[in-house]
């Protein structure tokens, strides 16, 4: 695991920074989902955002009840923080209802 993560480091440093040396990163063309959660939420801010980089991970152990995303879009360029937090809010709206905790980072590229 650990050489996994450290290839993905090395492979991608632009995420380096952002991720947890665990964290699994998605394209939408190659999508490996551990729960129907995540991948219902990656196809909802994918669809919404067309995001050039995303992150949806079950962090509860795969019960669905707490979730980490982060999120890259130029949907969000010249927004607030709180705005762009509020989109994703709103986008995940019938999701959130069903969960315990969110762990959510939003990012305008440059």
Avoid: W
């Amino acid at each position: 695991m650990l050489a996994l993560a450290l290839t993905r480091r090395i492979a991608r440093p632009q995420l380096a920074a952002r991720l947890p040396a665990v964290a699994r990163a998605y394209s939408a063309a190659q999508a490996k989902f551990s729960t129907d959660g995540e991948r219902v939420i990656h196809e909802k801010l994918t669809e919404k955002f067309k995001p050039s980089e995303l992150q949806v991970e079950d962090v509860s152990g795969g019960c669905g009840t707490f979730y980490q995303i982060i999120i890259a879009s130029d949907e969000f360029k010249g927004l607030s923080l709180v705005k762009q937090q509020r989109l994703v809010n709103q986008t995940l709206k019938e999701e959130i209802q069903g969960i315990h905790g969110l762990q959510l980072k939003t990012i305008a590229p440059k």
